[in-house]
């Protein structure tokens, strides 16, 4: 579903935040990218919708292969397919301000599927329920909590049918209370069969819910495996050490 | 914020105070009675504050109509010419209007150019802001209106039939492109800043969704940032307002055109000006009114205004 090859990332002229990543994903697999802050995970996520512009590598999402060298027309149409099959989940949530729940839900339909609202609406009030605020769509996000913004921001995702879903630390901005009903909601799209990359702290999530855990630092990963291997018995020392950091 | 939460509690304990003063039950906490008298307190200054600004708007025009009455000013001058004045109203607000519009289509282009990163449109677009804005209006509307059909004479001679004719502007049509062209080249950089303003998580989302750069834009950019560059558009009409006068310089029979004809043919300058600078007041009152309004419209969503 997912496969990167000999993936790059530099910013400005040194700093060499993703150094040769090869990774496979397959489809309904669920994957937690664990590491300590700076090691890439975020930015590892970011290029596979290429909301950052890997330096040099080949990325292929669902078929759809792009070679991150070259800049051409035929890549940046190949780059638009690979966003419309990936959904992307962000730490600060990013719901459009000025639109409703709904409007917020049928907005990727509606104007890069090119559905009639009418068309989009039945499946976003689906999608609303499914998430648990069928009775906030016609809310402004300001008057969302946290928790049920990020829940909107899963819907819309999920509004454009994606095959893939990213999640990057969607549950750091929220107050500890809040983080139990979206990690709920990512678990049902997980037993779902949805494909998850999943960037996060939620221990429990990568522990029971993942089917593998990949520890980076410095730029690669360093180990993965099933997530029972990891956390009971990790290779590499520099795992040993984060892993104990992490769960005292 | 805080003060508002302990005005809403002021409004609360205002209601009951007088029959109790003891500490009472509110939602589950109590508020002990020597914060009612601090809330109240708060309460009664923003009151004290309010009339008293009401008492001294009221003294001043008393007073500025007392200024009127010993100088003698003379009404009856004005209410005799007052009509003739209003007649150039229309022209001020057609210019003003249209030119407007104008300056709107060119500051959303002058925007999008400034922030392209095509290189002829974006040097196009930073050359018009920066000559515009470094040259005065009142150069750029003699330009228009004088230079121009000096432009046309010669590239007629250097053989383009017709152009010397096209680019000879009656002064109406001169006035409202130089107003235009003026205006849009400030409010280029008022809508860059409105644009560059909504954060880039706002624009990642919707690259996420698979939305082109323009789809974004349109959609989920740029009516963030009309909400924030409405205060100063607004500004910007309202000034226009006041320099669609300019177009008098053509010997345009607008508002203060008219006024300081009359003004000067009776030597009655006083009333007049007075006279034209209360309707410049009022059209300007009445667009702040219009600014209001549409201000509370785009809030909706917005949690300050609930």
Redesign the interface.
Known sequence: MVKIENLHKVFGRDIHVLQGIDLQVTAGEVVVILGPSGSGKSTLLRCI?F?ETPTAGIITVDGLTVNAGKATKEEERKI??I??K???C?Q?F???????AIENVI??PV??LGQSKSEAIPYAEELLDWVGLSDKRDV????LSGGQQQRV?IA??LA?KPDVMLFDEPTSALDPELVGEVVEVMERLADEGMTILAVTHEMHFARDVAHRVLIMDGGNWIEQGPPEEIFTNPKELRSQQFLAHILN | MVCREALFYASQVTLRSSSMSVPQETGGSSIPAEAHAVLEEIENRQKRFKRNTTIALLALTVFIFFLFYIIKLDFSFMAKWVGFILTGMGVTLLVSLLAISLACVLSILGALGRLSKNPIANSIATAYVSLIRGTPLLVQVYMWYLALPQLGKALEELGIPGIQNALTLPAIPAGILALGVCYGAYMTETVRAGIQSITIGQREAAKALGMTETQAMRRIIFPQALRIIIPPISNEFIAMIKDSSLVSLMGVWELSYRAIKIGRRYFQSLEMLILVAFIYWLMCVILQYAQEKIETHMARGDRRVH
């Open positions: 919708n909301l638009l397919q966003r419309k990936t959904g992307m962000f600060s990013n719901l459009f301000p000025h639109m409703t907005e990727g104007t890069v402004h996000p300001s008057r921001a819309r995702s454009m």
